[in-house]
């Protein structure tokens, strides 16, 4: 399977550990110590561990404090799987497939923006609006990425996030108007099912079986990745309640 997104080159190593959410210390094979930073804000539940490998991104902008970012951590849940980190690519990644009209669940549409405020107090932005002709209604697609795993079952929140609750809830009000797409990314090939975190979040779980009540759509993309890049891998089966 060819890659649709490529990563930029990267570099091989061993986390040493990863401490104020945003810095990672790794060991790269050269021996050197480097500091990354690390772009995901959340607890990266089962993805941390001291002692994985990773692979990391160098940038040479001289306004960078860090110039190394860790892009993907190797796991051993199920088998070697390289899980993606770095929580600024899924909605890029994302609007290349819709740029390439290569998510047929989001079809008509023939503008994409991003960023664009919404929500009664319109303080929100949706990740990407989607508008086409007169007669189809605009479709707003909310992205999440989604590390967490229990053998082949995906799981989003791995903790409690009032701003993923609020995302619900705006979705929700856009109904029937328009179309309101709650899309979780996940971050990695090993799993084939996805279901809300109820156990580190129960209220997102009823949440979300709320908007989808109200006519908010959930598709949860698979994706393979690699250090040489990301391939779509279709859709996961997705389960509205976490099996017991």
Known sequence: MKPIYPYPPLLPGILVKRYKRFLADVELATGEVITAHCPNTG???????????????RSDRPQRKLSYTLEMIEVHDNQPTWVGVNTSLPNRVVKWLLENHLIPE?????????????????????????????????IYV?????TWAKQTLALFPDTVTTRGQKHLRELATLRPAAR?????????????HFAPGEIADPAYGN?????IAAGVEVLACRFEVSPTGICYKGLAEFLPRMPI
């Open 207 to 211: 949440l979300l079986r709320q908007a």
């Open 180 to 192: 309101a797409v709650m899309l979780y990314f996940i971050n990695r090939g090993d799993c084939t």
């Open 106 to 138: 989001l079809e008509s549409y023939n503008q994409i923006r991003l960023e664009v405020p919404y929500g009664q107090d319109k303080k929100s932005r949706i990740d990407l609006l989607l508008t086409g002709e007169a007669a189809d209604l605009p």
């Open 142 to 146: 909310e992205v999440k990425s989604t």
């Open 43 to 57: 607890p990266m539940t089962g993805v941390s561990t001291p002692g994985s490998t990773v692979q990391v991104s």
